[in-house]
């Protein structure tokens, strides 16, 4: 089974490219919704014990949370020590289920892909992108968002110019579903040619 990465910076369409990849039955592992899943189960416990406040009735509070970790480096580190090898659990039983289904391609949905080394556990990788006009606009119309809130996530993330130059496939959302949709069967189609090359 090939596995490809995929990722894009925030507002880019990663999550409607993730849902296209599902649509044409690939099996898609999402981390972020992984994440949701261990702050409202397994991660809750550890997280109060370290960050005292940032639960809410035995579930993580986001918000909460974000506000004690987000300027922290350190902080940053002793929440990843708790939370990592949980999504690792989960992942390593996500691809055992997709390999054990027989699916030839399966992709992992991770947004810091790169940020965290991600790319050298994956055959290939996909970025999501589109213009920075159209990726403000859909991130300044999300609840609760502001400029300031959006430049330091960008912050954090690999600039797009550098993620698309280290990419293998390049997929652009600024032109609606049927281009991505197309360019979902080119990838698909392509990778299987490809030779494994994750550590």
Same mark, same amino acid.
């Given at each position: +089974?090939?596995?490809?990465?995929?990722?894009?910076?925030? /507002? +880019?369409?990663?999550?409607?490219?993730?849902?296209?990849?599902?649509?044409?039955?690939?099996?898609?592992?999402?981390?972020?919704?992984? #994440?949701?899943? &261990?702050?409202?189960?397994?991660?809750?416990?550890? !997280?109060?014990?370290?960050?005292?406040? $940032?639960? &809410?009735?035995?579930?993580?509070?986001? =918000?909460?949370?974000?506000?004690?970790?987000?300027?922290?480096?350190?902080?940053?580190? =002793?929440?990843?020590?708790?939370?990592?090898?949980?999504?690792?659990?989960? =992942?390593?039983?996500?691809?055992?289920?997709?390999?054990? $289904? /027989?699916?030839? @391609?399966?992709?992992?949905?991770?947004?810091?892909?790169?940020?965290?080394?991600?790319?050298?556990? !994956?055959?290939? &990788? &996909?970025? #999501?992108?589109?213009?920075?006009?159209? =990726?403000?606009?859909?991130?300044?119309?999300?609840?609760? +968002?502001?400029?300031?809130?959006?430049?330091?996530?960008?912050?954090?993330?690999?600039?797009?110019?550098?993620?698309?130059? %280290?990419?293998?496939?390049?997929?652009?959302?600024?032109?609606?579903?049927?281009? !991505?949709?197309? %360019?979902? /069967?080119?990838?698909?189609?392509? @990778? !299987?040619? +490809?030779? %494994?090359? %994750?550590?």
């Amino acid at each position: +089974m090939l596995l490809l990465g995929l990722t894009g910076s925030i /507002g +880019m369409g990663k999550s409607t490219t993730a849902k296209l990849f599902q649509e044409a039955g690939v099996p898609v592992y999402d981390a972020d919704a992984t #994440v949701h899943k &261990v702050y409202e189960g397994e991660a809750a416990p550890a !997280v109060e014990a370290a960050f005292p406040g $940032s639960t &809410v009735d035995g579930k993580v509070d986001r =918000q909460k949370l974000s506000a004690m970790v987000v300027n922290n480096a350190d902080a940053m580190k =002793q929440l990843e020590t708790i939370v990592h090898p949980m999504l690792r659990s989960h =992942q390593l039983k996500f691809l055992s289920d997709a390999e054990t $289904s /027989g699916a030839p @391609v399966a992709v992992l949905d991770v947004p810091l892909l790169y940020e965290t080394g991600g790319e050298n556990r !994956v055959d290939a &990788v &996909v970025v #999501v992108t589109t213009t920075p006009e159209i =990726q403000r606009e859909r991130i300044l119309a999300r609840d609760n +968002m502001t400029p300031e809130k959006l430049d330091a996530i960008l912050a954090r993330q690999l600039p797009d110019a550098e993620k698309r130059k %280290r990419a293998d496939f390049v997929v652009d959302t600024s032109h609606g579903l049927d281009p !991505v949709r197309q %360019r979902i /069967g080119e990838i698909l189609r392509e @990778v !299987v040619k +490809m030779p %494994r090359r %994750r550590n």
